[in-house]
């Protein structure tokens, strides 16, 4: 462990170790900055430099945008810098990226995505949201659905919630994801349109498609077989872990570098090993692509106490900065 | 190089496909809809001449609801629908001019949000206004009972051995021309919705292409992308059946 390590025991928890910096509360956070910054390289590259507007870095584009909203679920878990400021600042960034307010997580992903229905109110991005026989159909589609829900919900929620100052975070995110989009669309329509807008909404629909292909099938009320884990490690490495959701949603709080080693420890000798799938492009091209139906949804027993806890957990998580 | 012409097809490739699914969602809501209407079987208006539970009621629904106080603005309390439950206590039904028991059961109740309703928090303003101004809410119990006089709809068998009916569907109002209206509705904005694009798209490729009028077209097809997709959901909420609608609801009041 380096002299940087700093070892944290909560009450009831495992201990984790947390590797910070002046900057950041952890240096694997070192890895979400620099995709946020290559991201924002490569569309402001496109925007102002014709010889940018090629296939490769377009294909990076949209790679590492869905990769921007990864890093707007994870800093609306646990902001990334120590400084409060900076982490308002770079929701901002994140909300451009993505072309939608980061804040929005705090309630449709943190609030009510981790409960799923436990509480009898619908999730809003559960997978019943869309029901074609062609399976391929329900992963275009579920975005034109639970995109709606989601910012409905969140503004429904907004009037109502004693987070302090999350109305005025949420409207200055919207201002400058919405205006800084606004202007570069007015000054070169196509461009931006094509090199900016584009690359935006497929992250922001993508990270919505994962709710479909980590928990379609999956029956939400067991404890352990919710969500769909895809555990490669080359995987996990691009993505910052977010192949492991059964241990994310049991354990809101746990920082995603820790995710694997919690994931070996509890969820591997528990959950259904079908639900552990070694490659998502190889799930994807067996679910969506060569096959034409879609699979029944597992059904287990009643829901287990420890979801209050985790239901708790993420709670408290959210309602923190 | 990646042309203008190029993304240009390719952006339209992607709208068109959207706008499709979302058509075809739209289409396939509808014929769920008139699934349902053929599936109600026949169904008979009827008068609650007597109900058993207490107050004359003959069928009731309860829901869960937990209420939250606006921040900013009048005292009010939003309540979000939660888990419920239905319950047919039985009675008398005045049906053709005939008077006909019906026991107990766990038929469907089908009631309207705009039925009659009362919360378990109705009598207690402060404590309930208190508690809907923290983060975990209040919860109430919203109630809404079919009582006696009251006139439905039912779906009902004869009992072997006697004149009483086995009740198999109880109606606050006639689901099929709800039925019949949700898929016109979802048919309309299938329709709609492919025309207004189509239009669109002819703005967005008026000649010279990528030119004042066709940039015009193209703004406008951006701006239809992003509405047509709340619009999706709150046709498909509109389109729905009275008795599969959210209650919620909004109460005022003074602030404690």
Redesign the interface.
Same mark, same amino acid.
Request: no cysteine; net charge positive; hydrophobic share 45%.
């Given at each position: 462990m380096s002299s940087e390590a700093v070892v944290v025991e909560a009450e009831g928890r495992e201990p984790a170790t947390r590797h910070e910096t002046w900057l950041l509360h952890h240096a694997a956070d070192r890895r979400q900055v620099v995709i946020v910054s290559i991201y924002m390289a490569t569309l402001f590259g496109m925007y102002f430099v014709p010889a940018c507007? !090629? +296939?490769f870095v377009?294909a990076l584009a949209l790679y590492v945008s869905f990769l921007n909203a990864v890093v707007i679920h994870n800093h609306m878990h646990k902001g990334i810098f120590k400084s409060k400021t900076l982490n308002r600042v770079f929701r901002c960034v994140l909300s451009f990226g993505s072309l939608y307010p980061a804040s929005a997580n705090i309630a449709s992903h943190n609030l009510v995505h981790h409960h799923f229905d436990d509480?009898?109110?619908p999730d809003w991005a559960a997978p019943n949201n +869309?029901?074609?026989d062609w399976h391929l159909?329900n992963l275009?589609?579920f975005? !034109? +659905?639970v995109?709606? !829900?989601t910012?409905?919900g969140v503004g429904?929620w907004a009037?109502?919630?004693?987070?302090r100052d999350f109305?005025r975070q949420y409207v200055i995110e919207q201002v400058f994801a919405f205006g800084l989009t606004g202007v570069l669309?007015a000054f070169d329509?196509?461009t931006a349109?094509?090199?900016v +807008?584009?690359p935006q909404l497929w992250g922001a629909r993508g990270i919505l498609r994962i709710n479909l292909i980590q928990h379609d099938g999956c029956d939400v009320r067991s404890e352990w077989n919710h969500s769909r884990n895809f555990v490669g490690h080359f995987f996990n490495y691009v993505m910052c872990n977010n192949g492991f959701h059964t241990i994310h949603h049991r354990r809101a709080g746990l920082h995603w570098s820790d995710l694997r080693a919690h994931h070996d420890r509890e969820v591997a000798p528990r959950i259904d090993p079908t639900l552990d799938e070694p490659s998502m492009v190889v799930y994807l091209l067996r679910t969506f692509v060569l096959n034409f139906r879609r699979g029944e949804t597992r059904r287990g027993g009643g829901v287990d106490a420890e979801r209050g806890l985790r239901r708790d957990e993420a709670?408290a998580m959210a309602?923190s900065e | 190089?990646?042309t203008?012409e190029l993304?240009?097809f390719g952006?339209l490739v992607?709208l068109w496909?959207?706008v499709l699914?979302?058509a075809?969602?739209a289409w396939?809501h509808a014929q769920s809809l008139a699934r349902a209407s053929r599936a109600l079987g026949p169904l008979e208006p009827a008068t609650v001449v007597v109900g058993a539970g207490d107050g004359g009621t003959f069928a009731e629904r309860e829901i869960?609801q937990?209420g939250?106080?606006?921040?900013r603005g009048p005292a009010r309390i939003?309540f979000?629908?939660?888990?419920?439950r239905t319950k047919v206590w039985g009675g008398v039904l005045r049906m053709g001019g005939k008077d006909v028991a019906v026991s107990s059961s766990d038929a469907l109740v089908a009631l309207a949000p705009s039925d009659a309703a009362t919360r378990s928090s109705d009598e207690r303003w402060p404590e309930t206004y208190r508690a809907?101004?923290?983060?975990r809410?209040a919860t109430t119990t919203l109630r809404q009972a079919v009582v006696t006089g009251a006139t439905v709809f039912v779906r009902a068998r004869p009992r072997h051995g006697d004149d009483n009916l086995v009740l198999e569907a109880i109606y606050s109002h006639d689901p099929r021309r709800d039925l019949a209206r949700g898929a016109r509705l979802s048919v309309a904005f299938a329709v709609v919705e492919i025309g207004v694009a189509a239009l669109l798209t002819a703005v967005a490729l008026v000649p010279p292409v990528?030119g004042m009028v066709s940039?015009l077209g193209?703004?406008l097809l951006?701006a239809f992308f992003l509405a047509v997709?709340?619009i999706?959901?709150?046709v498909?909420d509109r389109a729905r059946p009275f008795y599969e609608r959210r209650v919620d609801g909004a109460v005022d009041g003074v602030r404690p």
């Open positions: 507007r !090629n +296939v377009y509480d009898g109110q +869309v029901s074609f159909l275009l589609h975005p !034109n +659905v995109g709606p !829900n910012f409905e429904r009037k109502t919630t004693r987070q109305q669309l329509f196509w349109l094509f090199f +807008v584009l709670e309602l | 190089m990646l203008p993304m240009g952006a992607v496909v959207n699914l979302i075809a969602h396939k869960q937990t939250r106080a606006l921040v939003l979000l629908d939660g888990a419920a809907a101004s923290t983060q809410g990528f940039t193209g703004a951006l997709q709340p999706g959901t709150a498909r």
